[in-house]
Every structure is written in C-alpha cells, then in structure tokens.
C-alpha cells in the first residue's frame, strides 16, 4: 500500500473517531476479562499455538528505543504498511512466519502477526493478545485491566483506538486470546 494513501487513511480515521467522539455520549464501557465460551473457536485457537514458534524473521530493532504505545502504534502502522490484506477462502489462522512469506492475509493472520511482533520485543501475555468480534479479528494492547487499544487493519479503524472511545458500530468485542490464555469480553 502506499504510504501516502495509508496516512490519508489513517488521518480520515483519526478525523472520523474524533467526530464521533464528540457528538456522541461517552459509553464508559469497561472491557474486563471474563471467563472463555466460544468453545466453537477452540479448535482454531489450538492449531495457531501448536504452530506459532515466534521465529519472526524480521528486524525488530526499527521498534527499538520508544515507549510502549510508540512501539504499539509503529508495529501497526509497519503491519498495516507491509502485510496487505487479502480475502481467504479457508478459516485457517497463520503463525507469524507464514504471514511474512505471503506478504498478505486476512484479518486474523495481521492481527495474529501484530500480536507476534509486539509479544517478541517483550510485551506480556497480559498486555497483548487478539481479539475476536462477528466476522473480524484484530490485536489490541491492554493498557488497563478495563480498556484496550483496538490494532485494526482499517475494517473499523485505520489507527490506534482505546475500545472504551470506539463507536463498535460493526460489532462488539465477543473474545480475545493470546499464546496461553482466552477470555470474554
């Protein structure tokens, strides 16, 4: 994608999210985590952590010397930049690796691969993971027990988001998971 287009992008959710703020009442939704019951996508779930090796064959050290959101929002942007999204006519969810030899995949595989990049330059189980609503998958960062930033790949949002602050006009949050743990929402 060109990176003037994906700014322009970028710019026209940061526009959107901020009009939406602003004419709309603050939800003060909380997204604590909640014991698993989407069994259905346990299955899933287990063959991407048999596979996952995070063996990212990639130079980690342009995310290097930032604070933590930096290194949220620069490994978003690169994935948003390099990893092109591509419609999939299968449900099979690529470990890290297998992203990064196709050069583009669906929303889990991004959202997968965001999750990988942020857990391999040190980043919790409890503060990273991939969240799941109707139809689409994205990371997020938990930067509070209650509250996350949405790591979308422009379905809702071009640009870092906190999910207390989101309009969630295509759907809430059903489920996260990350390498060990899953949980509702």
């Known amino acids: 994608m060109n990176v003037f287009i994906?700014?322009?992008?970028?710019l026209i959710s940061r526009i959107y999210n901020l009009i939406w703020k602003l004419t709309h009442?603050?939800?003060?939704?909380?997204?604590?985590?909640?014991?698993?019951?989407?069994?259905?996508?346990?299955?899933?779930?287990?063959?991407w952590r048999r596979r996952e090796n995070f063996n990212i064959n990639l130079d980690l050290s342009m995310f290097a010397g930032k604070d933590k959101v930096e290194v949220v929002k620069s490994v978003h942007k690169w994935v948003l930049k390099n990893i092109k999204y591509k419609k999939e006519e299968k449900d099979y969810w690529n470990a890290s690796h297998e992203t990064l030899q196709t050069e583009g995949n669906d929303c889990e595989d991004q959202g997968?691969?965001?999750?990988?990049?942020?857990?391999?330059?040190g980043f919790s189980n409890e503060e990273v993971g991939v969240c799941v609503i109707s139809g689409h998958t994205f990371a997020i960062y938990m930067f509070s027990n209650d509250d996350f930033l949405i790591l979308d790949n422009g379905f809702q949002s071009y640009s870092p988001i906190k999910a207390s602050e989101f309009s969630w006009n295509k759907g809430k949050p059903l489920f996260g998971f990350n390498r060990i743990k899953q949980w509702n929402f």
């Not at 994906?6 to 970028?10: H, R, S, V």
């Not at 997968?112 to 330059?121: E, S, T």
Request: hydrophobic content about 40%.
């Open 112 to 121: 997968l691969l965001i999750y990988a990049i942020l857990f391999k330059l």
């Open 25 to 47: 009442k603050r939800q003060n939704t909380k997204f604590s985590k909640k014991p698993f019951t989407y069994w259905e996508y346990g299955q899933l779930i287990s063959s």
């Open 6 to 10: 994906l700014g322009m992008k970028i």
